[in-house]
């Protein structure tokens, strides 16, 4: 029997579903290639897999993908809709839309299973946030962590999910205020809802409807504002017939991309009754598509169309797509096309001010606006160190952080070719992918990433350095 190399250690920052896919792919692949590894697992939550995505625990909030296409493992497409037979078997269907609650169970199981069964490769989970980091001469990367330890590392994938939902569009007298929800999945976050009042969610993506879900009862009208005033459009109630993706031909750019778009729909509705067979087979292609628009056609797209895209993209499941149309035919729910100009936080709530010219007086502000992926604008002191340490620099877009076609982080400009053994996946790669934040999506994102680093862990070792989990000096 082959014996294990000598050991390597890799962190992963951040433990949602990217990082708990990602660390327990690369101890499936060390254990492959008989690398003793240790991969650190760094993040403040007390449970893995879990994240705001899935860190709900209202049975409401739904998945958008049917069960079928959310297994962790692309090379075992029933493992989730196994896991689900042997766990909640009235859940266990290929087409159900399953409580996101099990999604989050489902991998915190997955990798405590592959944890317990690695041979020689061990997980360490860090209950802290990353703070800090930098790269050595010896290409080692170190993390300062928010418990006062530094982590040293041979090399690192940052999985950070989904930021904070944008609050620049608030008045200040509302962000400071009690009335104010800022992070609608924060837990007990809605607790500052007073009961009975009417509610505005500022926002009308997928998030609004999981929380008019939560916030809906008798006598409480939940008002719900967005530029645009676009809803996500529903998933089909049946399952519909696969369409093959198109041909792409033709010079890129914009214009092209929306012809061939609108072709291809045109085509799937006559063939199928149906645009959304022919939205769903333009997913392998999205990437290609995308790369291939000049950069002025990517910032108008950003610009123009990508709200309509998302829409239908992003799409809800049946039950809460019924439950949403009933709310709004019952009058608990009202859609305005517009944006809030102005509020003045009174004794009973906020008094709101659209620019539309209507007047709300409602019980709370609910922030239902999206993640942002404009990294260079955040205030996070990890993102602020990794830019001044030249190890990561913001993609053209504005949307993520600048990459290579497998996920690894490219330098600031003036670095040269060095590039630190540093990688991403999932929202971090949104300027490079477009399509980057479904589990369809980063479970491959994952794979690839954890193949990469094991290789050139495994080609590249250094038994004599110094490393692990240290106190500070």
Same mark, same amino acid.
């Given at each position: 029997?082959?014996?294990?190399?000598?050991?390597?250690?890799?962190?992963?920052?951040?433990?949602?579903?990217?990082?708990?896919?990602? @660390?327990?792919?690369?101890?499936?692949?060390?254990? %492959?290639? %008989?690398?003793?590894?240790?991969?650190?697992?760094? /993040?403040? @939550?007390? !449970?893995?897999?879990?994240?705001?995505?899935?860190?709900?625990?209202?049975?409401?909030?739904?998945?958008?993908?049917?069960?079928?296409?959310?297994?962790?493992?692309?090379?075992?497409?029933?493992?989730?809709?196994?896991?689900?037979?042997?766990?909640?078997?009235?859940?266990?269907?290929?087409?159900?839309?399953?409580?996101?609650?099990?999604?989050?169970?489902?991998?915190?199981?997955?990798?405590?299973?592959?944890?317990?069964?690695?041979?020689?490769?061990?997980?360490?989970?860090?209950?802290?946030?990353?703070?800090?980091?930098?790269?050595?001469?010896?290409?080692?990367?170190?993390?300062?962590?928010?418990? $006062?330890?530094?982590?040293?590392?041979?090399?690192?994938?940052? @999985?950070?999910?989904?930021?904070?939902?944008?609050?620049?569009?608030?008045?200040? *007298?509302?962000?400071?205020?009690?009335?104010?929800?800022?992070?609608?999945?924060?837990?007990?976050?809605?607790?500052?809802?007073?009961?009975?009042?009417?509610?505005?969610?500022?926002?009308?993506?997928?998030?609004?409807?999981?929380?008019?879900?939560?916030?809906?009862?008798?006598?409480?009208?939940?008002?719900?504002?967005?530029?645009?005033?676009?809803?996500?459009?529903?998933?089909?109630?049946?399952?519909?017939?696969?369409?093959?993706?198109?041909?792409?031909?033709?010079?890129?750019?914009?214009?092209?991309?929306? %012809?061939?778009?609108?072709?291809?729909?045109?085509?799937? %509705?006559?063939?199928?009754?149906?645009?959304?067979?022919?939205?769903?087979?333009?997913?392998?292609?999205? *990437?290609?598509?995308?790369?291939?628009?000049?950069?002025?056609?990517?910032?108008?797209?950003?610009?123009?169309?990508?709200?309509?895209?998302?829409?239908?993209?992003?799409?809800?499941?049946?039950?809460?797509?019924?439950?949403?149309?009933?709310?709004?035919?019952?009058?608990?729910?009202?859609?305005?096309?517009?944006?809030?100009?102005?509020?003045?936080?009174?004794? !009973?709530?906020?008094?709101?001010?659209?620019?539309?010219?209507?007047?709300?007086?409602?019980?709370?502000?609910?922030?239902? *606006?999206?993640?942002?992926?404009?990294?260079?604008?955040?205030?996070?002191?990890?993102?602020?160190?990794?830019?001044?340490?030249?190890?990561? +620099?913001?993609?053209?877009?504005?949307?993520?952080?600048?990459?290579?076609? /497998?996920? +690894?982080?490219?330098?600031?400009?003036?670095?040269?070719?060095?590039?630190?053994?540093?990688?991403?996946? $999932?929202?971090?790669?949104? $300027? !490079?992918?477009?399509? *980057?934040?479904?589990?369809? !999506?980063?479970?491959?994102?994952?794979?690839?990433?954890?193949?990469?680093?094991?290789?050139?862990?495994?080609?590249?070792?250094?038994?004599?350095?110094? +490393? $692990?989990?240290?106190?500070?000096?």
């Amino acid at each position: 029997m082959k014996s294990y190399q000598s050991g390597s250690d890799i962190a992963v920052i951040g433990a949602g579903a990217a990082g708990s896919l990602t @660390a327990t792919r690369l101890l499936q692949h060390a254990d %492959r290639h %008989r690398l003793r590894l240790d991969v650190w697992l760094i /993040d403040p @939550a007390r !449970e893995n897999g879990r994240g705001p995505a899935y860190g709900t625990d209202d049975a409401r909030h739904l998945l958008n993908v049917p069960a079928a296409r959310m297994t962790a493992f692309a090379e075992d497409p029933d493992h989730f809709v196994h896991w689900l037979a042997d766990r909640h078997p009235q859940h266990a269907d290929h087409d159900a839309f399953v409580p996101r609650v099990l999604y989050g169970r489902y991998l915190a199981h997955v990798l405590d299973d592959t944890a317990r069964r690695s041979a020689g490769a061990r997980l360490h989970r860090v209950q802290a946030r990353a703070i800090g980091t930098a790269h050595h001469d010896d290409s080692t990367l170190s993390f300062l962590l928010s418990s $006062g330890r530094t982590l040293r590392v041979d090399a690192a994938v940052l @999985a950070l999910g989904n930021f904070a939902a944008d609050c620049r569009w608030a008045p200040e *007298t509302l962000r400071t205020s009690h009335r104010f929800v800022a992070s609608p999945w924060s837990p007990d976050a809605l607790c500052a809802v007073p009961p009975g009042a009417d509610v505005l969610l500022v926002g009308t993506g997928l998030t609004m409807a999981d929380m008019t879900l939560s916030l809906q009862r008798p006598g409480r009208t939940v008002i719900a504002v967005s530029r645009s005033g676009l809803l996500p459009q529903p998933h089909a109630s049946e399952p519909l017939p696969q369409s093959p993706p198109p041909v792409v031909a033709g010079p890129p750019g914009l214009d092209a991309f929306r %012809r061939t778009v609108l072709t291809h729909l045109s085509r799937s %509705r006559r063939a199928h009754g149906d645009w959304r067979p022919g939205f769903d087979s333009l997913r392998p292609l999205t *990437t290609d598509l995308w790369r291939r628009l000049p950069p002025a056609d990517r910032t108008r797209f950003l610009k123009e169309h990508l709200r309509l895209w998302e829409v239908h993209r992003h799409r809800m499941p049946p039950p809460t797509a019924a439950a949403v149309r009933q709310a709004r035919e019952l009058g608990q729910l009202r859609i305005v096309s517009g944006h809030l100009t102005d509020a003045a936080v009174t004794g !009973e709530g906020v008094r709101v001010r659209l620019s539309t010219g209507t007047t709300l007086d409602v019980g709370a502000v609910v922030n239902c *606006t999206g993640s942002r992926s404009d990294v260079g604008s955040l205030d996070d002191p990890f993102l602020h160190s990794l830019f001044k340490t030249g190890l990561a +620099r913001p993609h053209a877009t504005g949307l993520g952080l600048g990459a290579t076609r /497998d996920g +690894r982080l490219l330098s600031a400009p003036g670095r040269g070719d060095v590039r630190a053994p540093l990688w991403a996946l $999932g929202s971090l790669l949104r $300027g !490079e992918l477009l399509e *980057t934040t479904a589990i369809p !999506e980063i479970r491959v994102q994952a794979d690839g990433i954890a193949a990469s680093a094991v290789a050139l862990l495994k080609r590249d070792e250094h038994p004599q350095r110094h +490393r $692990g989990l240290f106190a500070s000096p």
